[in-house]
T-cell receptor, first 115, second 114 residues
C-alpha cells in the first residue's frame, strides 16, 4: 500500500519569499503524484501532477515540483509567495493500476503568508 | 464546461438518521470517487464507481453506500448516522478509470451530525 507524509502541518513564509512544501511518499511500485490546493470552504484544485514523464513538473499559479525517486520525494516550490497562495495544500499518490484505491492523501500543510 | 457539482452544500442531521449526498460529474466523465474529509483525519477514500458499478471502497463500514446512475451521477448514502460522520464529503470525477486520469473535485457537502 502507498502512503504520503507531508512535513509540517503549518508553514509560514513572508510575501515574496520562497515557498517550499515537503512531501515524501512510500510506494512499492512507480507512483503517480499530485499536489492539490484547497481554499477555505472549497473543494480541491489540482496544482500539478507527475505521471512518469519529466521529473520537474510545472503547474498553475507559478508552482512546480520535482520528483526525486532516490529520495522518494515530491516537494512543491514557488519562487515568490503571494498573499493569494494562503491555503491548504495536499500531496497525493496513486499507483499505476491502483485506481481502485483512489488517491491517498497526506495530512495537508496549511500555508500562511505573512505581509 | 461545468465542473463537478454536489448537493446539498450543507446538511444537518441527527444521530441515527440517514443522509443522502449527490454528485454530478463533468460531462463525459464515467468515474466518480467519494472522499471524506473529517477534522483530524484528513482526506480518506470512501468509494469508487465506474460505468455504473462499485469498483472499490475504502476502509469504511457498510452503512456507507452509494450508487451510480446511467447518466454517471452518483449518490452517497450514510445510514445510522454517528457523530463522527460529521465531515466534508468530496466527490471527484475522472475521464475513465485509468490511474493517471486527473480527478476533478467538487466543492463538497458539509454534513453535520447532531
Amino acid at each position: 500500500a502507498q502512503s504520503v507524509t507531508q512535513l509540517g502541518s503549518h508553514v509560514s513564509v513572508s510575501e515574496g519569499a520562497l515557498v517550499l512544501l515537503r512531501c515524501n511518499y512510500s510506494s512499492s511500485v512507480p507512483p503517480y503524484l499530485f499536489w492539490y490546493v484547497q481554499y477555505p470552504n472549497q473543494g480541491l484544485q489540482l496544482l500539478l501532477k507527475y505521471t512518469s514523464a519529466a521529473t520537474l513538473v510545472k503547474g498553475i499559479n507559478g508552482f512546480e515540483a520535482e520528483f526525486k525517486k532516490s529520495e522518494t520525494s515530491f516537494h512543491l516550490t514557488k519562487p515568490s509567495a503571494h498573499m493569494s497562495d494562503a491555503a491548504e495544500y495536499f500531496c497525493a499518490v496513486i499507483v499505476a493500476g491502483g485506481g481502485a484505491d483512489g488517491l491517498t492523501f497526506g495530512k495537508g500543510t496549511h500555508l500562511i503568508i505573512q505581509p | 464546461e461545468a465542473g463537478v457539482t454536489q448537493s446539498p452544500t450543507h446538511l444537518i442531521k441527527t444521530r441515527g438518521q440517514q443522509a443522502t449526498l449527490r454528485c454530478s460529474p463533468i460531462s463525459g466523465h464515467t468515474s466518480v470517487y467519494w472522499y471524506q474529509q473529517a477534522l483530524g483525519l484528513g482526506l480518506q477514500f470512501l468509494l469508487w464507481y465506474d460505468e455504473g458499478e462499485e469498483r472499490n471502497r475504502g476502509n469504511f463500514p457498510p452503512r456507507f453506500s452509494g450508487r451510480q446512475f446511467p447518466n454517471y451521477s452518483s449518490e452517497l448514502n450514510v445510514n445510522a448516522l454517528e457523530l463522527e460522520d460529521s465531515a466534508l464529503y468530496l466527490c471527484a470525477s475522472s475521464l475513465g478509470s485509468q490511474t493517471y486520469n486527473e480527478q476533478f473535485f467538487g466543492p463538497g457537502t458539509r454534513l453535520t451530525v447532531l
